[in-house]
Each structure stands twice: as C-alpha cells, then as structure tokens.
C-alpha cells in the first residue's frame, strides 16, 4: 500500500553529487578576488541556499553580483568534470515513477543549470515538476517553493516527502506540512541535521522505497 503518493527532491547534494562543483566554484572566485582560499567549514553550512544568500554571508556585502557572475562563470565550465547522480538515485526514481508515485524537483538552483544538471545525469523527464529560485519570490528555507511544487502536482501535504540534504530543505518541508527526510550522505552532519526534525533520515536512496509503500 502507497503511503505516500508524492516525493519531492532536493537536487544539489541529494539527487545529483554537485558539492565538490560548488565548493571549488566558490574557491576560484574567492582566490581571484583576495588571492586565498576560503574554509571548507565555512562553505558547507551555507550550500543549499541561493548563491545571493551565499556569497552576502562570506562577504558582508550588499552586492554580489560580480561574485554570482564570476561564480557561474566557472561553474558552467567545469561542471562536467564534476557532476554525477547520487549511487541508486536513477533506479529509485524509474521504480516511484512506476508505482505512479508523484515526482517533483524543489531547488535554489536557476532552471537553466538545474535542466543542465538533470540531463547529464540522465534524469531529465523523470519529474512531473520542477520549482527553481527563479519560479518563487521566497527560496528555501520558507515554505513557498514545497506549496508550490504541491500545488502544481494537485498533491496533499501530508502524503508527500520531502527529501533533502541540508536544514534549508527540513525546514522549508516541515513549515509546508510535508513529510521532511534527511540524507545520510549529506556534507552537513547527521547531528546537524537532526536538530532541524526531520521526520524520517536515510543512508541509502533506496530505504526511500519501503518508506513510500514499495515492497520487493
């Protein structure tokens, strides 16, 4: 039996391996413009929200556009020697797709990196929907791109997962009234993530199937 008939998904982190791609994209614009590196430890609890939120946090400006441009710039760039699906990510998504489990992308990503993304990992058509920063006038953590995504799929807060691997995307499940599930393979600690309440917490994309409903 279907216990939840929709599964919305993080996309940077959680479906697709994009840390490493965002950390050194942030590095090669924090070396060109003060000629060091910036720390690991201060890069991690930020990824997850927008690259405005982002680069305002290490900076203490007002304006980061020339930090956005110079950000996607690179990104753009190397982002095929870097990204991958997360391991089992293709077959869970083509097994809820065929126990017609509801499917949508919620990210802080632009449409058009997220459309990259999908396709190079060969998960492009698996969504019924898909929410980017550029679609709400408030990002992860507030609740509007989950209700959204919800809205477009006609689907029931309280059926739905939302699976994520940063506080941003517990936060902004639970506040919608969806089902938050954390990642064990998130860059943030378990312990970290934890303090946030998710509802559920997976090591293994595929515990994501008997806790829908689907059985062997």
Known sequence: MIRYDTVLFDLDGTTIDTNELIIESIQHV??????????????????????????????????VTEFIAAYRKFNYAAHDDYV????????VLHELRANGVKLGVVTTKMRESTNRSLAWCGLDGLFDVIVTFEDVTHPKPHPEPVLMALEQLGAGAERTLMVGDSPFDIQSANEAGAVS??????????????????RYFIHDMRELLPLVGILP
């Open 30 to 63: 924090w070396t060109s413009r003060y000629g060091k590196r910036l720390e690991r430890e201060v890069i991690i609890p930020q990824m997850g929200r927008t690259l405005e939120q982002q680069f305002k946090t290490f900076t203490g400006e007002d304006d």
């Open 181 to 198: 599930v954390a990642v064990g393979w998130s860059l943030k600690s378990e312990q970290e993530l934890r303090r946030y309440e998710p």
């Open 84 to 91: 991958k699906p997360f391991p089992h990510v293709a077959e």
